[in-house]
């Protein structure tokens, strides 16, 4: 039987995601859920040409399509279109709500497969997935900084001239503040550092400083198609047998191990959700940055949960 993935969510993020699981060959079933006639007169261009692809199907379904599902994907929305710096509180306020009924849809419909979240601030709706349901916290998963380490591994093969598998990076963090942790970034056998180090060798301090540029720049987590590759990378990791190690958003106890936490971290994702498998360890200088990462997620989450957004702390 052909394993269901329940798609629900932003139009935009979905149509760039089924354009890319059409060039795939995967195994798997996409039902999408429409808010409007409209919207479900654009999905069946996207269903007709699918047709294609013999290994993979999409269709159009409803909420009750969520009790045989194994999977589902909530994509959220994205930045505003705007210059503007954007107030996390204000955004949140905005589609928090919207989110929520989503989540609570899927659970009412009997869903007990993952949960997959994409979209800008994936840590804070990764975690209030996980508080609105009481899913088990392995299975509730956001791409985190997913795309940002997709992009630096293949910014690095370029650079380097080396083979797809020689790079092993590592960016935690957030999507919106990702972290490169260069003192765990291998090519190879060797640390990057040790390039840089090396005078015979065609990279410099500078070259970490132009790469750190371009995966901090605010259109990453905006792209949809970079998002949409990420997304296929995580699926394949839980669905079809190719589980990797990558920095998803994932819920986990503090240092301290007196709460609960969630951040872009390295972990294992397999058929069983994620799982952690060891201490991230960093350089000085990396976990006094990771600690402000964390502190303000902290915070943020703590501002929703003290009554900073009305319609969600009013609701049961």
């Known amino acids: 039987m052909t394993v269901k993935i329940v798609l629900s969510g932003e139009y935009d993020n979905i149509k760039s995601f089924l354009q890319l699981v059409m060039g795939e060959k995967l195994p798997l079933s996409f039902v999408v859920l429409t808010h409007s006639d409209e919207e479900e007169v654009q ?10 692809n013999s290994q993979t199907t999409i269709a159009i379904g409803t ?21 503007e710096e954007v107030d996390e509180l204000m955004l949140l306020q905005a589609n928090l709500p919207i989110f929520r009924e989503s989540v609570n849809e ?7 497969g993952k949960l997959l979240i994409s979209g800008i601030l994936d840590e804070i709706l990764t975690y209030f997935a996980w508080r609105f349901t009481g899913m088990d916290r392995a299975k509730v998963i956001g791409v985190g900084t ?3 380490a997709l992009l630096l591994n293949a910014l690095l093969r370029q650079q380097l001239e080396v083979g797809d598998q020689d790079p092993n990076v590592s960016v935690i963090g957030r999507a919106s503040d990702p972290l490169i942790a260069w003192s765990r970034v ?5 640390p990057i550092l040790m390039y840089v180090a090396n005078e015979d060798s065609n990279f410099a301090a500078q070259d970490l400083t132009g790469l750190e540029t371009q995966i901090s720049a605010v259109t ?3 792209n949809t198609t970079l998002q949409g590759l990420a997304v296929i990378r995580i699926v394949k990791a839980l669905l079809l047998n190719e589980s990797a190690i990558l920095p998803v958003t994932n819920i986990k106890a503090d240092r301290a191990g007196s709460s609960t936490f969630v951040s872009s971290t ?18 000085e200088n990396e976990q006094t940055q990771y600690n402000e990462i964390e502190t303000a997620i902290k915070a943020l989450i703590n501002k929703i949960e003290n009554g900073g957004l009305e319609n969600i702390n009013n609701e049961g």
Not at 43 to 52: E, F, M
């Open 220 to 222: 990453v987590p905006e």
């Open 63 to 83: 909420p009750a399509d969520y009790s045989d599902a194994e999977l589902a994907i909530m994509f959220q929305s994205q930045l505003p279109a705007s210059d």
């Open 266 to 283: 390295p972990v294992l994702v397999n058929q069983d959700g994620q799982t952690k498998l060891t201490e991230l360890s960093l350089s």
């Open 106 to 112: 899927a659970i009412e419909n009997g869903f007990t």
């Open 146 to 148: 997913t795309p940002q």
């Open 43 to 52: 999905y069946r261009t996207l269903i007709t040409a699918g047709k294609l």
């Open 186 to 190: 291998y090519i190879g056998p060797a």
